[in-house]
């Protein structure tokens, strides 16, 4: 991997606490953590609230951009004026150990929050507060297939610094100009690499590659994926229960839904989470549902994720996370599916 | 265990040889470590798909309503589905709310004694990878990078099946039996009995901490046979019962609507539990509306079929104090 | 930062009752601010989602044309919650607007042509809209022969009646007003929109067609077109969805990788044929 035009610092280990001491006078910074047996990013007073002993976190940080729930006016039901004064976003944040998967899924919701106009401002807002610093992957889970859909355990795309755990100290590459500024604060207590801290940060991360081989190859199952009338749809929807995990724990899956709730005398537009797996989704107030049974629904689920968002924003929405193989409740597996596509003649 | 599934697999065949069943619902090896995963089978050439392991934990009943629901009148298909005890009991309620209709279901019963919860072996194993594993009668055993490690199945048991009662199946058309690797210990359930027991306060700061956790995936309702309405209230907009959104009111109702419609009806399968992506003990909840019900009515859900269900009947015996002696 | 979710506020001028059922009215909107009508920049095919605070939003096909000055045209049919609601409106009451939104009727491609317009029931609003446009003054030599061929189950169900009999005057354009089954009163032709289009028989070369109406009559129109020799790529279709955003980000409007709000509603007949057959 070429280090040309990006600034590579080294830490070390101890030094973290002081690192996060500064950043904390201009950031919140929100960091993995482990509470009741499950690994999340939440915020972190200090750098010894981190656990680093995590594959990664059970939500997908899709949270901090695009909340679950999200009122997006409020208005007085009596005179119908609207409310359209945002709270404030106070500080800037940073979120600190993301997966490279992860990091690449923010940048996946940047191109339909942002990229595809018009902007979102909600998004926005918390987009451009803040900052990604992703951890490189060294040891992935079994349910993990980032190298099949173009990402991997050192993928660049979508942080603005990426962390490398070395023997004793942390390799930092500074991805963005957003990244210059977060490393700036260590700028007193960070050091330039030597040779061997390079080598040793190659050697970690392709033994990484080697545990992360591909699992299915997305060109050679893109002949099928395209045909919306491939047998296969007919039979591989039949275990899945419609209930939505799947989409409400994947990091790019971005479906919501807008709804007005009115608690006299006041009034709110909502948006929340919601998933083309439902029954209703595409429910026409007519009584017609263009997705009636569980076959279409799954059928429009995965040409999206591999087909249609291909065409049309260049890239599959799916950065092989495995977060929906591991809470699947019937143990859908989406390797299983692209193996079997890649058969199809 | 490879007995049973030898079993399974030819009265499969056999039902297929004799054009008995259109369809059947088993279970087959999942792809995770310790998974399996429904199977639907529709010709005998597959039936070597069939698996039976301590592993099988869903409940089959959950496909049977939207099957039934295409396949109405003299053209009906025929299910043939393998049952435990918990999923027979939800057949059995299926079939009482006319979900299902008995003729058209072949039921292959297995005697169970308990499903093993992979997440409690995988958390103790810390995310280090299994290589391959395998069952002998009590435990589990697992092959990790370093060398086999061995669980006893009654310790890493799922909450729902440490205290079954219904380890044979309460309906079915043959039965298979397989050997108990343990006594099993049926009674009220230690954790549900204490939870019963806390004063109202407490009881309803531990429904407010679990139910917080939720993010209204509908996980929970779409993994349960007994929710199978066409429309969920929790969706209806003409009128709007509740909010879509993961704020407090909005969950506290959703939860409760949901335990309340389970009363009577729930058969304590744990499909829910197992289902929830956050942990929630769902069934700490409907568990307690299970009790109070077999309490106050004698009845338990999934018994007998022609047991008519409590909330649907009325008799001069039903315990009418709520109403002559509130608190 | 212009925030896409907040509707306009507009006023209820007017309500016109277009069917005899009585669920299908026009509304004349006006906005309340100057500056959103200023902002508000349009062209036939396009739509806007209607907010009807407390109830929600529909998404619905601007009926009037541009050229129509100071007022915009809305016509909606009560189906669900939000209609149900705005059919409960009355005149000088307030409402939300977000728009315009969606593609519009390929214009610059219909320049120089004969226009075929094939229309059928309640869908035919935006038709409106084109049709306004086109007999403007100042654009009507753009076009070549216009030709419109529009029906209803009944008489009662017909809208903008007062037109149709206006346009059936006019010189510069030929219109077919058809009824799949007339009335006692009902003196003009009887026949499903399909079967007249055949009998009319339009000529294909050099004409392009719009197609509004119920699936089924479209499903019968196209066979008819292909017959009268019309190619995919000069035949238009506006479609519906079920829909929340309206700009391409909630996901629920799609067919195959376009989005109806955005990539349409407008489509050819040649981008549906590359499309999946799910809508």
């Known amino acids: 991997m070429s280090n040309k035009g990006k600034k590579v610092a080294v830490l070390n280990r101890q030094d973290l606490t002081a690192f996060f001491t500064s950043l904390s006078k201009r950031f919140r910074i929100f960091g993995p953590s482990r509470i009741h047996r499950v690994d999340s990013l939440v915020e972190i007073a200090s750098a010894d609230a981190i656990n680093f002993n995590y594959r990664n976190m059970k939500m997908s940080p899709k949270a901090f951009f695009f909340p679950q729930t999200q009122t997006l006016f409020s208005f007085d039901n009596e005179s119908k004026d609207v409310n359209t004064s945002e709270p404030c976003q106070d500080r800037q944040r940073i979120l600190f150990g993301l997966r490279p998967c992860d990091a690449q899924s923010i940048w996946l919701l940047d191109k339909v929050f942002v990229e595809n106009t018009p902007s979102d401002p909600y998004y926005m807002k918390l987009r451009t507060s803040t900052r990604i610093v992703s951890l490189a992957c060294t040891h992935p889970s079994p349910t993990c297939f980032c190298t099949s859909v173009n990402c991997g355990p050192d993928s660049e795309i979508g942080a603005d610094v990426i962390f490398y755990e070395l023997n004793g100290c942390y390799l930092i590459k500074t991805l963005t100009p957003e990244g210059e500024d977060v490393v700036a604060v260590a700028n007193d207590i960070v050091k330039p690499p030597t040779e061997k801290e390079l080598s040793e940060k190659e050697d970690i991360m392709r033994k990484a590659r080697e545990k992360m081989k591909r699992v299915f190859d997305l060109e050679c199952a893109q002949k099928t994926l395209d045909n919306f009338d491939a047998p296969r749809w007919a039979r591989l929807y039949q275990k899945c229960l419609g209930c939505g995990v799947c989409t409400y724990l994947c990091p790019t899956c971005h479906c919501f839904d807008i709804t007005d709730e009115v608690v006299q005398p006041r009034g709110r537009r909502v948006r929340t989470w919601d998933s083309c797996m439902y029954q209703l989704f595409t429910l026409h107030a007519s009584g017609h549902n263009p997705r009636p049974t569980q076959k279409e629904r799954m059928r429009q689920r995965i040409m999206h994720k591999f087909s249609y968002a291909r065409k049309y924003y260049g890239h599959a929405f799916c950065v092989g996370c495995g977060r929906c193989i591991t809470y699947c409740p019937v143990n859908v597996d989406i390797r299983q599916f692209m193996k079997k596509f890649m058969e199809e003649k | ?327 | 930062m212009n925030n896409p979710y907040i509707p306009a506020s507009v006023k209820i001028d007017d309500i016109i009752i277009e069917n005899e059922a009585g669920d299908i009215r026009t509304f004349r909107l006006t906005f309340a601010y100057k500056k959103d009508e200023r902002k508000f920049s349009f062209l036939p095919g396009q739509f806007a989602e209607l907010s009807v605070l407390g109830a929600g939003e529909c998404p619905i096909g601007i009926a009037s044309s541009p050229t129509e000055k100071g007022y915009l045209l809305f016509t909606v049919k009560r189906a669900g919650v939000v209609t149900t609601q705005l059919h409960r409106a009355e005149r000088g009451e307030i409402i939300g607007l977000r728009g315009p939104l969606g593609n519009t009727y390929p214009l610059q491609k219909m320049e120089g042509h004969n226009i075929l317009i094939v229309g059928g029931g309640f869908a035919f609003t935006t038709l409106r809209a084109v049709i306004k446009y086109i007999l403007e003054e100042n654009n009507r030599k753009r076009f070549d022969d216009l030709t419109i061929i529009y029906g209803a189950r009944t008489p009662g169900e017909l809208i903008y009646k007062n037109e149709l009999w206006e346009w059936e005057k006019r010189r510069d354009m030929t219109t077919y007003i058809t009824v799949d089954r007339g009335d006692k009163d009902w003196k003009r032709r009887e026949g499903f929109v399909p079967s007249v289009l055949k009998e009319v028989a339009p000529r294909s070369n050099e004409t392009i067609a719009l197609v509004c109406g119920p699936p089924i009559m479209i499903k019968f129109t196209l066979p008819v077109l292909d017959e009268l020799g019309f190619i995919p790529e000069s035949i238009f279709l506006s479609l519906e969805m079920r829909m929340k955003c309206g700009i391409g980000k909630c996901g629920r409007c799609n067919i195959g990788h376009k989005y109806v709000c955005k990539d349409g509603p407008v489509f050819s007949f040649r981008e549906l044929q590359e499309l999946p057959n799910e809508y």
């Open chain 2, 1 to 327: 265990m490879k007995q049973a599934e030898h079993e399974i697999m030819s009265n499969v065949e056999r039902l297929f040889a004799d054009k008995k069943i259109d369809l059947f619902i088993g279970y087959e090896k999942g792809t995770l470590p310790l998974r399996t995963s429904p199977c639907f089978i529709d010709d005998r050439n597959t039936v070597r798909r069939l698996v039976w392991n301590s592993c099988c934990s869903n409940n089959l009943a959950v496909y049977l309503p939207r099957l039934m629901l295409h396949r109405k009148g003299k053209n009906s298909k025929r299910i043939g589905i393998l049952c435990k005890g918990c999923d027979s009991r939800s057949v059995v309620e299926l079939i009482k709310e006319k979900q299902v209709d008995r003729d058209c279901l072949y039921i292959i019963g297995i005697s169970c004694s308990g499903i093993i919860d992979s997440s409690k072996i995988l958390s103790e194993l810390d995310g280090e990878g299994i290589l391959s594993y395998d069952e002998t009668s009590d435990s589990i055993v697992v092959e990790l990078a370093e060398g086999e490690r061995s669980f006893p199945k009654h310790e890493y048991l799922y909450e729902s099946c440490c205290n079954c009662a219904y380890a044979t199946p309460t309906v079915y058309d043959i039965l298979i039996r397989t050997v108990q690797f343990a006594p099993k210990v049926a009674g009220p359930d230690p954790n549900i009995t204490a939870f019963a027991h806390k004063t109202r306060e407490e009881r309803w700061r531990i429904f407010e901490e679990e139910t917080s956790k939720c993010i209204r995936c509908y996980a929970c309702r779409n993994a349960c046979p007994n929710c199978y309405c066409k429309e969920c209230f929790a969706e209806q907009t003409k009128p709007r019962w509740i909010g879509v959104t993961n704020d407090r009111s909005d969950l506290l109702f959703y939860h409760t609507m949901r335990i309340f419609h389970q009363a009577g009806r729930c058969v304590d399968c744990g499909a829910c539990v197992r289902a929830c992506p956050m942990n929630i003990n769902l069934r700490l909840f409907t568990r307690v509306l299970v009790d109070e019900v077999k309490e106050r009515f004698g009845y338990e859900p999934g018994v007998s079929i022609k047991e008519p269900p409590p909330l649907a009947t009325f008799s001069l015996n039903d315990k009418q104090e709520f109403m002559t002696e509130p608190d």
